[in-house]
């Protein structure tokens, strides 16, 4: 009976543990984290592989450190694939949506094997519902051949490419968060994302500056979601949002501004639900990010502000699964 429960101990801390975001894989063969979760109604797989990390070290992200220095060649990829296909077969025939991490950008060649990334795309056409493959990545690495290439493999789906836009205001883009990214380089990769006919998910960050008070964040996160709208329309790209409360990920440069920033303090959740609202208000797609992947500063989140409720959260998730479409007392 002892060596029973224990065994059923182990199996429970080791889901724990392979289902907990923040801790890395300690196999090549093995992703960082996989989770079959609903997702504005659909049945999403998210992966996040295990791969060399990104090549990018942007002031606010602290996901870098947790990844490889190293390169992890195509074999060890596809059997991190593998492996969570096989730990969700039971799954296999209800999901309808896959979308793809690592903790970088899913098309950057130098951090995420070409040919790894296409037979996996293939396997994916085997599993007969999906309709959607999600691919995270900055969009200076949406090649219009790469894209086509993917699109080729997979007819049935419509491609998404999922990355980081974060804010329209350049000196907060470039000096805050040190994203190394121009305006003008986004909207080149979002030609190429119209020129694929794919879609694109794009994340804002709610208060991305550690001086911003409570009403100027909302004023530009509108500012960033209006940019954002004007010229996916003129494109005739499909645009959705992911509405992200920005976190201090410890250690990061980020992280440390804030630590000697008078004025900072984190966003309030109920600010983040309004502009939610607010956005779906206007047609468009939007899901609020409660994550903070396993690397923040517990003093840099929504829940140590003053609005913040348990209460909240059932709410949200209702929202995120376009189960209601409006907040009561907000």
């Keep these: ?98 979308t793809l991490s690592n903790e970088g950008s899913m098309l950057d060649t130098e951090t995420f094997p070409k040919d790894a990334l296409l037979t996996i795309i293939d396997a994916i056409c085997e599993i007969r519902m999906v309709r959607r493959i999600v691919l995270e990545t900055r969009v200076e690495f949406c090649d219009l051949g790469y894209l086509q290439s993917i699109k080729e493999l997979a007819p049935k789906a419509l491609i998404n490419i999922l990355a980081g836009f974060e804010t329209v205001d350049n000196h907060i883009r470039e000096v805050i968060l040190g994203k190394r990214q121009s305006i003008d380089v986004f909207l080149n990769g979002l030609d190429n994302i119209a020129a694929a006919k794919s879609e694109t998910t794009c994340f804002i960050l709610f208060k991305p500056d550690q001086s911003m008070t409570d009403q100027e964040a909302s004023d530009e996160a509108w500012r960033s979601f209006l940019f954002l709208r004007n010229e996916c329309e003129k494109r005739k790209v499909i645009l959705h949002i992911r509405l992200n409360p920005m976190y201090r990920a410890a250690g990061s440069r980020w992280d440390i501004l804030a630590s000697h920033c008078p004025e900072y303090q984190p966003p309030r959740l109920t600010d983040v639900m309004k502009m939610a609202q607010r956005i779906r208000a206007t047609g468009t797609n939007v899901y609020i990010g409660l994550s903070s992947e396993g690397v923040e500063n517990p003093a840099g989140t929504f829940f140590v502000r003053e609005d913040y409720s348990p209460k909240l959260i059932g709410p949200i998730k209702l929202f995120n699964d376009k189960k209601i479409d409006h907040f009561d007392g907000l």
């Design 1 to 98: 009976m002892a060596s029973l429960r224990y065994r059923i101990k182990q199996l429970y801390e080791e889901y724990g543990q392979r289902k907990k975001m923040g801790i890395p894989a300690n196999l090549k063969d093995r992703p960082h984290f996989f989770l079959h979760r609903t997702f504005l109604a659909d049945h999403d797989l998210l992966i996040i592989f295990n791969t060399k990390r990104c090549r990018n070290h942007c002031n606010f992200c602290g996901l870098p450190t947790k990844c490889s220095q190293d390169w992890i060649p195509d074999d060890k990829i596809i059997a991190q694939f593998e492996y969570v296909i096989k730990e969700l077969k039971h799954s296999l025939s209800v999901l309808n949506r896959i």
